[in-house]
């Protein structure tokens, strides 16, 4: 199976080439994610000897996360899966996230400005995927769901946000959190040939990002 996959869901912007189980990677962080994204997917199939119509599908970081980043992710696959008439495979940012963390329990979560996080709980199944315990919300940190057992590692710029607001709130039920982690395409990958193979793969007009929140923007208006 030959998977490229691409996420641009935070500060950090990544393209992965997954054939057969290896990985190979660009991963950079910055603002240049319009710039960059392309020449990095021409450079990662270029090291790996593949073009485009060889492979099986496009994996991407569907969201949440990053309003403008989600765009130009979504924007990206849709063109080169209707060039080379490739399925796309939707992939949580989120889960790949915590897809990146070695443990059985994982907290993921985002810093979704105005004083909220986009979050997600996700446990490790049988096959190594991190698979979403609930829904993926965007909450403010204080409303954040406390899991009936212990044990969870949180991740994510939202633990690096509001560490001290999280771990008051869940106490005893976290073990631990890991600073300055972002997800990564190579996770999207393992996702993404995880879920192509359940048969989840979709068109190339259904790669749409998952903002979570409708209201991209908040106005405030004085009386």
Excluded at 61 to 74: D, K, W
């Amino acid at each position: 199976m030959k998977i490229l996959a691409l996420d641009s869901s935070t500060e950090a912007c990544s393209v992965a080439l997954w054939t057969d189980g290896e990985v190979r990677e660009r991963f950079e962080t910055g603002s240049q994610h319009s710039e960059r994204i392309l020449p990095m997917v021409q450079e990662m199939l270029a090291e790996g000897g593949q073009v485009l119509t060889q492979l099986d599908a496009i994996a991407f970081g569907r969201g949440p996360g990053s309003f403008t980043g989600l765009r130009i992710c979504a924007g990206v696959v849709q063109g080169l899966a209707f060039g080379a008439d490739l399925p796309v495979v939707p992939v949580s940012s989120l889960a790949a996230l915590a897809q990146g963390v070695d443990a059985a329990r994982v907290l993921a979560a985002f810093d979704a400005r105005m004083h909220q996080v986009y979050w997600g709980a996700y446990i490790r199944n049988a096959q190594g995927m991190a698979e979403p315990v609930g829904e993926e919300k965007v909450l403010t940190p204080m409303q954040v769901p406390v899991p009936d057992d212990a044990g969870w590692v949180g991740v994510g710029s939202g633990w690096d946000q509001y560490a001290a607001v999280l771990t008051a709130r869940l106490k005893n039920r976290v073990a631990a959190w890991r600073a300055q982690s972002f997800p990564r395409a190579r996770f999207v990958a393992q996702l993404g040939a995880y879920l192509y193979e359940k048969g989840t793969a979709l068109k190339p007009e259904q790669a749409l990002p998952i903002y979570l929140r409708d209201d991209v923007a908040v106005k405030q208006t004085k009386l």
